[in-house]
């Protein structure tokens, strides 16, 4: 079997029964148009209500706007390997999809730190929440994540730059991910697996590390609150957040929490398909649903009088 530096892969996609891709295409199409429109909604109320211009509301429309094109580097090619059953993708446009897939997954993971640090200052110091996430250090910390994102990310994209793999060969997955193109390498990979291993987990660790701390600090401080009001609205302002670090995580962890080239099992990839399609979905409607302020500014934007129940 050749190798070659720049070979053609075949994603295989969701599915290979025959009467499936139908209905999966289907299925995911209005997934992604749903995400489309969640995300879009979001923006736009976000930017059109100024009651919303305040550090959480701003780090919430990054992470719609994240979302958004998180969704957009995988969902139209797996819909159009379902339509056409045609997988077929170089390997010059599988390194692009899987730089821009890390990028957007970096920075939801930093943008949900970057949320629980907003949320530790307005609980735990309410009195010093204006001076402590003033509108520099939010956009500093939105760039600086950006930054490290990119940098991380490129690093990954020159590793897998350098391998030799098989050519023409099938990735058992609907995007261009580490751990199959580790398996249809022909170079030995140990040590871009490993570097990756150690990027991957310093990136996923250390914000998770973070996310843990703040929610430790805002839990014992909530405890202090002496009325069980004062609890609930305090806890209240988390419960969104919160929701999604847990969608997130456990759908990330339950993919990535063993080496890149370890086999595919098909649990994992419904996992990927959870992190990768269904909590960015999710993402905007748990917070518009369960947030009584982005309700009303939905409701004011559309003209809409009647109470959302």
Known sequence: ???SKNPDFVLLGLSNDPDKPQLLFGLF???????????LLLLMVIGADIHLHTPMYFFLSQLSLVDLCFTTTTAPKML???WTSNGLISFSECLAQLYFFTVFADMDNLLLTAMAIDRYAAICHPLHYALLMTPCRCAL???GSWGVAHSISLVHALLLSQLSFYSNQEIPHFFCDFGPLFRLSCSDTHLNED???VLTGLLGISPLLCITS????IFLAVARIPSAQGKKKALATCSSHLSMVILFYSSVFASYLKSPSASHAS???GAAVMYALVTPTLNPFIYSLRNKEV????????GIESSWH
Request: aromatic share 6%.
């Open 1 to 3: 079997m050749n190798c």
């Open 29 to 39: 199409l209005a997934l992604y148009l749903l995400s489309l429109l969640g995300n």
């Open 80 to 82: 159009e390997t379902l």
């Open 141 to 143: 910390l939105v760039g």
């Open 195 to 197: 570097l990756m291993m």
């Open 214 to 217: 703040s929610y430790a600090h």
């Open 267 to 269: 649990g994992e990839l």
């Open 295 to 302: 309700k009303r500014s939905l409701k004011r934007i559309l």
